[in-house]
Each structure stands twice: as structure tokens, then as C-alpha cells.
């Protein structure tokens, strides 16, 4: 995976994850340091709808739009930062 | 919420999520610092069957006998971990 793709990729995350992956919104989950495997099952779960009720509404539209190469991407810049 | 009642509770969590919340199995996802409000929003969401899906039904297993009160302790405890 490629991380630096996957920073250029998460500007659209930074407004709910924050730019350093802690979410300002107490709701929402800190994603720096998160294992880079569980990010990229959770993206896929939000993509294929098997989280669903309130927020994960939110997130499924955000998963939806992601290719395999992003998810990947994402999750090793997100599991990067400390 | 009560942190140290979270703490004796999370004995059975740390298999999955590491003692320290810090899950040594790659597809789990760390706890520790996590936001508190999240965890809540995420336990509450594996007890109401929101999430399922491969690992997911494990952890809804998990959560299925916990009480608001034990989901707000635990979501405490692993929060205020560093």
C-alpha cells in the first residue's frame, strides 16, 4: 500500500477524522495508529453496507466511492501516524 | 461512568484487544485512546446487530450481555488508556 497516496486521498476524511487522524467529534473514532488490517476491514465493511444504523450511514457514503487501492492506501497512512 | 469497574470488566476484552488495548491481532482494532463516546457508539452497535459480517459476529457475541452501564464503564476505561 502506499501511504503518501493515501494522505492525498485523506483531505476528505480530515474533516470528520481530523488532519492528524484524532477525531475532533467525540462520536467519531481516532484513526491514527489504528491497525492497518482492522481499517481496511472496517472501510470494506461501511463499502458492502454491513455496518449500518445512525453514523454508519455517514461513513457508507464516504466508503462507497473507494477503490481497493484507496482503502489499502488509507489504511497504511492512517496506521502511520502516531 | 466508572473506569476502574471498565477495567475489571475488560478482562475478557484483552484476549481480543490486548491488555493494554492494544490488539495484537492485526484485523482487531486498538482501544486504547480511542474516543470514549465512540466505543459506546460502536458496542452499542455490535449489541443492536448493526454491524455483522465475518469478525463482526464474534464481537457482537462480545457485546450481546453487556449493560449500558457496563458498555459506558468499558468505553471509559479504554479511553483513558494511553
Chains 1, 2 share one sequence.
Not at 21 to 50: D, H, R
Amino acid at each position: 500500500a502506499d501511504a503518501a497516496a493515501g494522505k492525498a486521498k485523506a483531505v476528505m476524511c480530515a474533516a470528520c477524522h481530523g488532519a492528524d487522524g484524532k477525531a475532533q467529534i467525540p462520536t467519531y473514532p481516532n484513526l491514527a495508529g489504528q491497525n492497518e488490517a482492522y481499517l481496511v476491514s472496517a472501510m470494506n465493511a461501511y463499502k458492502k453496507g454491513e455496518r449500518t444504523g445512525g453514523q454508519a450511514a455517514i461513513m457508507a457514503g464516504m466508503a462507497a466511492p473507494l477503490s481497493d487501492a484507496d482503502i489499502a492506501n488509507l489504511a497504511a497512512y492512517f496506521a502511520s501516524l502516531k
